[in-house]
T-cell receptor, first 112, second 113 residues
Framework: NAGVTQTPKFRVLKTGQSMTLLCAQD?????MYWYRQDPGMGLRLIHY???????AKGEVPDGYNVSRLKKQNFLLGLESAAPSQTSVYFC???????????FGPGTRLLVL | ELKVEQNPLFLSMQEGKNYTIYCNYS?????LYWYRQDPGKSLESLFV?????AVKQEGRLMASLDTKARLSTLHITAAVHDLSATYFC?????????????FGKGTLLTVNP
């Protein structure tokens, strides 16, 4: 199993550009999450999904959209990137029967 | 609004010494998690504590949960350099419905020879 993978690993955007971050998991997990991590901060939840076709807002959802059309994929979109969205983005997934969230390797995003 | 506070935020230890990291949270919960993050890496799950009085140990690390005090501790015994990392606690107040986690800011642990 590859576990949780994230694409891309690193990206530079200009203000106003759009992009989509892809999270994929091959463990058949029901729950998936997107977090952002900023220096000196813990992780903050952006959006999450409790199953295919469902999404919900987390703590800091503004400026982001998500979709979960397939169970194994959870996409995070930035429609018009802003410098404040410069961050490291982590995806995580969790199975129904276990408490632990499994994290991907992260995507570093720089918005100029 | 749930607040999760870790103390200390920075900890420099000598090898062989013991120390404790504290995690306080502001809202009732019986689900608390500890994660480790190495520089530039992802998060690795260390412990899952699911009830009052829960205690778990792995190697030189031991975690405990007191839900009445809303406090979890991560105790380090006889620290070694390999334990240098950032440690996060995280709390779930969803009651087991959607398992959303709120993280503390992390404790950067440096173990010196």
């Amino acid at each position: 199993n590859a576990g949780v993978t994230q694409t891309p690993k690193f990206r530079v955007l200009k203000t106003g550009q759009s992009m989509t971050l892809l999270c994929a998991q091959d463990m058949n997990h029901e729950y998936m999450y997107w977090y952002r991590q900023d220096p000196g901060m813990g992780l903050r939840l952006i959006h999450y999904s409790v199953g295919e076709g469902t999404t919900a807002k987390g703590e800091v959802p503004d400026g982001y959209n998500v979709s979960r059309l397939k169970k194994q994929n959870f996409l995070l979109g930035l429609e018009s990137a802003a410098p404040s969205q410069t961050s490291v983005y982590f995806c995580a997934s969790r199975p129904l029967a276990r408490e632990t969230q499994y994290f991907g390797p992260g995507t570093r995003l720089l918005v100029l | 609004e749930l607040k999760v506070e870790q103390n200390p935020l920075f900890l420099s230890m000598q090898e062989g010494k013991n120390y404790t990291i504290y995690c306080n949270y502001s809202t009732t919960s019986d689900r608390l998690y500890w994660y480790r993050q190495d520089p530039g890496k992802s998060l690795e799950s260390l412990f899952v504590l699911l009830s009052n009085g829960a205690v778990k140990q792995e190697g030189r690390l031991m975690a405990s949960l007191d839900t009445k005090a809303r406090l979890s501790t991560l105790h380090i015994t006889a620290a070694v350099h390999d334990l240098s990392a950032t440690y996060f606690c995280a709390v779930d107040i969803s009651g087991g419905s959607n398992y959303k986690l709120t993280f503390g800011k992390g404790t950067l642990l440096t173990v010196n020879p």
